[in-house]
T-cell receptor, first 112, second 112 residues
Framework: DGGITQSPKYLFRKEGQNVTLSCEQNLNHDAMYWYRQDPGQGLRLIYYSQIVNDFQKGDIAEGYSVSREKKESFPLTVTSAQKNPTAFYLC???????????FGQGTRLTVV | DAKTTQPTSMDCAEGRAANLPCNHSTISGNEYVYWYRQIHSQGPQYIIHGLKNNETNEMASLIITEDRKSSTLILPHATLRDTAVYYCIVRGTTGANSKLTFGKGITLSVRP
């Protein structure tokens, strides 16, 4: 089935460790996004990529890094520099300039 | 910052129409209005979008005022499964203006 897949659904890490969240899509979409959501809050944009090998910082990029080596994949690394990494992370993709975005089911990261 | 303002919450009775308002007084001529919803702990789901004209699909109707400064999402026959947070988003089609920026949304509670 076509769609956008995030894995794993739940992730636990020790403080000070880097962790990479996976996001894969088989929709042939050019644009991909990473969002963070804290309890009771809306989504905040971390990074986005409109084309392969190119990406831009969103509103809260500090402490995160991304790569876009393939159209299908947009992994997010949460580094030890991110002060409050525990959150719900959502990945999305979009076909074109006007089309709707499709979201994955999210990864809930807990850092202890 | 989000370009839209929405009430924090509202409720409606099951089977009745739910009318969700959104203000976007600074919208530009080439910016679209999008609606998404998020059911607890899931990824957001696209509902509908429009530029100037009213739009309707199998999920909802979108009514945009003639001056485009506000819009209303209409769920014609709300069910308990429509209980969710609904996000109204204004987005352009080029560059940084094309990113999806979420506000806090409006929490719709459908009561039996």
């Amino acid at each position: 089935d076509g769609g956008i897949t995030q894995s794993p659904k739940y992730l636990f890490r020790k403080e000070g460790q880097n962790v990479t969240l996976s996001c894969e899509q088989n929709l042939n979409h050019d644009a991909m996004y990473w969002y963070r959501q804290d309890p009771g809050q809306g989504l905040r944009l971390i990074y986005y990529s409109q084309i392969v090998n190119d990406f831009q910082k969103g509103d809260i990029a500090e402490g995160y890094s991304v790569s876009r080596e393939k159209k299908e994949s947009f992994p997010l690394t949460v580094t030890s520099a991110q002060k409050n990494p525990t959150a719900f992370y959502l990945c999305a993709s979009r076909r074109d300039r006007v089309g709707e975005a499709f979201f994955g089911q999210g990864t809930r990261l807990t850092v202890v | 910052d989000a370009k839209t303002t929405q009430p924090t919450s509202m409720d409606c009775a099951e089977g009745r129409a739910a009318n969700l308002p959104c203000n976007h007084s600074t919208i530009s001529g080439n910016e679209y209005v999008y609606w998404y919803r998020q059911i607890h702990s899931q990824g957001p789901q696209y509902i509908i979008h429009g530029l100037k004209n009213n739009e309707t699909n199998e999920m909802a109707s979108l009514i945009i005022t003639e001056d485009r400064k506000s819009s209303t999402l209409i769920l014609p026959h709300a069910t308990l499964r429509d209980t969710a947070v609904y996000y109204c988003i204004v987005r352009g089609t080029t560059g940084a203006n094309s990113k999806l920026t979420f506000g806090k949304g409006i929490t719709l509670s459908v009561r039996p």
